[in-house]
C-alpha cells in the first residue's frame, strides 16, 4: 500500500516484544519474592515446602501469557507492502502493552502475597486457604490483560 508508511512493523515488533519483556519480568519478581519467602518459611517448618510452591507456579503462568500473545504477533509481522497496515500494528502495540503490563502488576501481586503468605502459613497453618484465594485474585489480573490481548489482537480493520 502506498498510503502506509514504512515503519509500521516497528510498533508491531514492540507489542510482541513488549509482552514477553513485562510479563517475564512480572513472572521473574513473583518468583524470587516468593522463592525467599519459601526460604525463610523452610527453617522453621521444612515439611511444608512443597506446599509453598503454589505462588511460585503461579507467577511461571504469567509469563506463559505474554509468550502466547508475543507468538502471534510475531506470527502476523508483515511488511507494509503485504498488506501490514498502521491500524494493525498499534492494535498488536495495544495488544502487548496490555498483556505486558497486567502481568508486570500481576507478578507484583503474586510476589508480595505468596511471600507474606508462605511465612504466614508456616506460622498459621489455616491461612492456607486465604493465601491461595488472594493468590488467584492475583492471577486474574494477568488472565484480564490476556483476554484483552486476545480480542486487540482478533480485531481486524
Known sequence: MADT???TPFFGVMGAA???????????????KSGTGIAAMSVMRP??????????VMAGIIAIYGLVV?????????????GYTLFKS?????AGLAVGFSGLAAGFAIGIVGD?????????PRLF??????????????????????YLYTKVQ
Open 5 to 7: 508508511p514504512e515503519y
Open 18 to 32: 513488549s509482552a514477553i519483556i513485562f510479563s517475564a519480568l512480572g513472572a521473574a519478581y513473583g518468583t524470587a
Open 47 to 56: 515439611e511444608l515446602i512443597m506446599k509453598s510452591i503454589i505462588p511460585v
Open 70 to 82: 508475543s507468538v502471534l504477533i510475531a506470527g502476523a509481522l508483515e511488511t507494509p507492502a503485504n
Open 90 to 94: 498499534f492494535l498488536h502495540l495495544g
Open 116 to 124: 507474606a503468605g508462605v511465612r504466614g502459613t508456616a506460622q498459621q
Open 129 to 150: 486457604v486465604g493465601m491461595i484465594l488472594i493468590l488467584i485474585f492475583a492471577e486474574v489480573l494477568g488472565l484480564y490483560g490476556l483476554i484483552v490481548a486476545i
